[in-house]
């Protein structure tokens, strides 16, 4: 590359439509002429890649990369560096750049789920329009900032500070509701939709685990403190890749007590607001939803909402929640197959290297005469889907037993259902009970 004036000005416009900071590196690191060119306008430059690759939400990511790095905990609004931030000092530094990246990453994926779970169920990709990716990320970085200012970092920071807890609730309290009371009403609200939907990804609501919920109460109060300690990792919890329960020991649950619902509600009472999202919330971030009112190919049910229905491209987060997946699994087993003591170890080991996608997907494979109409690319309610899998998986494990070269023993009259596999392990050895009954139980 030849340095001409207009060469350069091209050089320098190229960089500027960088995606991300590693494209920059590899790009300026291509040839002299360019990495000068760099290093003639490096702070541009680098805001404008900053920009390309958080969006319009920048000001607010970097508000809260800042906060955090200058650990500007349980302070009153007012001190805290503010959104306009990015205009009073707009250098970022390395460290500053190290954050970004990691947060909006986290963001962006989060924002994937918001758009599969709330705006468009089909795609695995955010779907979002830019205006609607805006408010989200704009909300959730708000948020992101809130629970670091005013959460669990923030109340481990300072032990002596909450040794009076009465006290520390009451002064958090106040900090907390003057942060939210610095926003204009409908980006208070778009916060809230957004604290929702983490709060039911967190619990579950789209992977409810079907059977023996394990203390759904006692779950339902902790998975708020996600929120309250990172946003950002909801993801993680959500894809059951972390475990969150152990960063809850030793924690003052009243300090923690409604910490985002309390502040933010009293800000909106204060405004004669209603308390509740206003009906048809979805709509606060989102201005079109797909398939809002699809219904489940097979039952044809009306009670369950298009964005609810189970397909091939979210079956993984079937069962999603980590430690139990496989003991729901044996759960729905068919008749008395989940007390059998011959399958037990060797059935759960088998689902263990079967990821919940691919179980489904083969399920489908071996679909008995009664679902003949029954389609892998339906997309089914959650009580179709268990309906499905619960006659489905004895037959599954009976394929992957015989894949894998296990011999079969002659089949027990009374099948799935024989009370005498639970009872007694030689019976329960010497007979196949993943099949149908052919005698009842009237003729024991
Ligand atoms: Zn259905
Ligand atoms: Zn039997």
Request: with cysteine; glycine share 4%.
């Amino acid at each position: 590359m030849r340095s001409s004036f207009a060469d350069d000005d091209l050089v320098l416009c190229v960089l500027t439509y960088l995606p991300d900071f590693q494209c920059l590196a590899s790009t300026i690191l291509t040839s002299k002429s360019v990495y000068n060119i760099f290093q003639q306008h490096p702070r541009s430059i680098i805001r404008s890649v900053a920009y390309n690759l958080v969006g319009p939400a920048l000001p607010q990511a970097l508000r809260f990369v800042r906060c955090r790095n200058a650990q500007q905990y349980s302070k009153p609004v007012g001190e805290l560096l503010g959104e306009d931030n990015i205009q009073r000092n707009p250098v970022l530094s390395s460290e500053e750049i190290t954050g970004l990246v990691a947060i909006s990453s986290s963001i962006q994926e989060l924002e994937c789920v918001f758009s599969r779970r709330m705006k468009d169920r089909r795609y695995a990709t955010s779907q979002l329009s830019s205006a609607e990716s805006t408010r989200f990320q704009r909300a959730m970085y708000r948020l992101c900032l809130f629970s670091i200012v005013y959460g669990l970092t923030a109340y481990k920071s300072a032990p002596e500070a909450n040794s009076n807890i009465i006290l520390a609730v009451r002064e958090a309290r106040k900090l907390r509701k003057g942060f939210f009371g610095n926003f204009p009403t409908p980006e208070l609200r778009e916060i809230q939709r957004v604290g929702e939907f983490l709060r039911g990804i967190l619990a579950r609501t789209n992977a409810r685990p079907p059977l023996d919920d394990p203390e759904p109460s006692h779950i339902s109060t902790l998975t708020s403190s996600m929120i309250y300690h990172a946003p950002d990792t909801a993801l993680k919890v959500y894809e059951g890749v972390y475990d969150w329960i152990h960063d809850l020991y030793n924690i003052a649950i009243p300090f923690f007590e409604d910490f985002i619902t309390e502040p933010l509600v009293s800000v909106l009472l204060d405004r004669n607001e209603p308390r509740l999202l206003p009906v048809g919330h979805k709509h606060l971030i989102l201005d079109e939803v797909i398939g809002e009112h699809d219904r489940c190919s097979q039952c044809q049910s009306d009670s369950v909402q298009g964005l609810d229905l189970w397909g091939p491209n979210n079956w993984r987060y079937h069962w999603s929640m980590r430690g139990t997946r496989v003991l729901l699994i044996v759960n729905s087993l068919k008749g008395n197959l989940s007390r059998n003591h011959a399958y037990e170890g060797h059935f759960s080991s088998v689902v263990e290297r079967a990821p919940t996608e691919q179980l489904i997907a083969g399920l489908f494979e071996c679909k008995i005469p009664a679902y003949d109409t029954w389609n892998k690319e339906d997309w089914l309610c959650r009580q179709c889907l268990e309906t499905f899998i619960h006659d489905h998986l004895h037959v599954w494990y009976l394929n992957q037993k015989v894949k894998g070269g296990h011999l079969i023993p002659d089949n027990c009259f009374y099948g799935y259902n024989c009370t005498t596999q639970a009872e007694k392990y030689v019976h329960a050895k010497e007979l196949n009970h993943l099949c149908e009954p052919t005698k009842g139980y009237d003729n024991l």
